[in-house]
């Protein structure tokens, strides 16, 4: 098997990025501190119980451009994307800013304004477009509508992703998990040499560096500069991967990304049912519901071995093997029915204690 991607060695890209990754986390770590830019334990929402820096996003951006500049290729889509997340970091920043007053200075439609123009930019500027899928053998087609499905696609998944950022290690240990799942299904289809294969390695050495700090018990977080900047990378990895043939199926990426499009689903219609806005925040997301019965440590172990499931459910479903994915999508469906079922992730059990 060839181990090499662009002509450079996989396994160089994800170490460089890995360890880069862990020095410009530890630099932003002792930086935060010094300015005081922390993630303070005043809201009854939150799960720490002691001040955390936050700019972790800002190392992990490092990280990757560092890989950017070392190993991808330079074009109008890869500059679309390094802007696109540089406005992303801003705004991210400056409402990371407030987290130690637990306020919000920008308003959820403003930082959805900012989303709406990021993808824009990777849209009209990048050339980056979602033309057609393949749903169960099934071609559908979006013509004229494609633009706007992606920016809709985009954003969507910038915040999922930065809505699954409530649990140490979670945000970028699912990330991680997508990254080297696409990586893997790259070989698998020999596209040795997609942008969204380096993409993949360069992401999967900046997130795992960001977790040998984020890992329970953090010493920094990512924020919301972090979270969205890693939504929107595994947004354009997606849509790289059907332009390039790498993922030939919309199954892919659905069950690639299933925790944060479930928890983000769920989320909606729990607000809905109680009446409450969309960007209420509460403690019933996926994290909150394992953190009941587990500790910190293991909730995060019980989700990454759902995740896990998912992304071997997907890599068997690119081998074609019918019979395990479907023994795998049984077990994985009764897991979603007992979340659904048995806590408050969707409605509000009479017996559950408050």
Do not use: W
Request: aromatic residues 12%.
């Amino acid at each position: 098997m060839k181990f090499e991607v662009n002509g450079h060695n996989i396994f160089l890209i994800v170490a460089v990025c890995f360890l880069s990754s862990i020095v410009f986390v530890q630099i932003m770590k002792k930086l935060a501190l010094y300015l005081g830019i922390i993630d303070a334990p005043i809201s009854k929402r939150k799960i720490q119980t002691k001040a955390v820096p936050l700019l972790g996003g800002v190392g992990i951006f490092m990280s990757f451009l560092l890989g950017y500049m070392l190993f991808a290729p330079k074009n109008n889509l890869m500059l679309s994307v390094l802007i696109a997340s540089f406005l992303l970091l801003l705004v991210g920043l400056f409402d990371d800013l407030t987290k130690k007053e637990d306020i919000k200075t920008i308003p959820s439609k403003y930082r959805l304004l900012v989303h709406l123009a990021c993808a824009s930019i990777v849209v009209f500027y990048g050339g980056l477009e979602l033309t057609s899928v393949n749903l169960f053998g099934y071609i559908i087609n979006f013509e004229g509508f494609s633009p706007f499905l992606t920016i809709f696609i985009i954003v969507a998944i910038i915040n999922a992703i930065n809505l699954i950022d409530g649990l140490d290690g979670l945000c970028a240990g699912i990330s991680s998990i997508y990254f080297l799942t696409i990586a893997i299904i790259g070989f698998i289809v020999q596209k040795y040499g997609g942008l969204d294969i380096i993409l993949c390695l360069t992401m999967l050495g900046a997130t795992l560096g960001y977790l040998v700090h984020n890992f329970p018990p953090a010493s920094i977080y990512q924020g919301d500069a972090g979270s969205t900047f890693l939504g929107l990378m595994i947004a354009v990895v997606c849509l790289i991967g059907f332009k390039t043939t790498t993922i030939t199926s919309l199954v892919v990426p659905i069950f690639m990304l299933a925790i944060p499009i479930m928890d983000t689903l769920f989320a909606i219609i729990r607000r809905k049912l109680k009446g409450q806005r969309f960007d209420q925040a509460d403690k019933e997301h996926i994290h909150h519901q394992f953190l009941k019965k587990l500790s910190k440590k293991n909730s995060l172990f019980a989700i990454y071995g759902i995740n896990i499931m998912f992304s071997i459910t997907t890599i068997l479903f690119v081998l074609k093997r019918t019979k395990l994915v479907v023994f795998c999508y049984v077990i994985l469906l009764f897991i979603v029915l007992f979340l659904v079922l048995k806590t408050n992730i969707i409605f509000e059990r009479k017996n559950e204690k408050k």
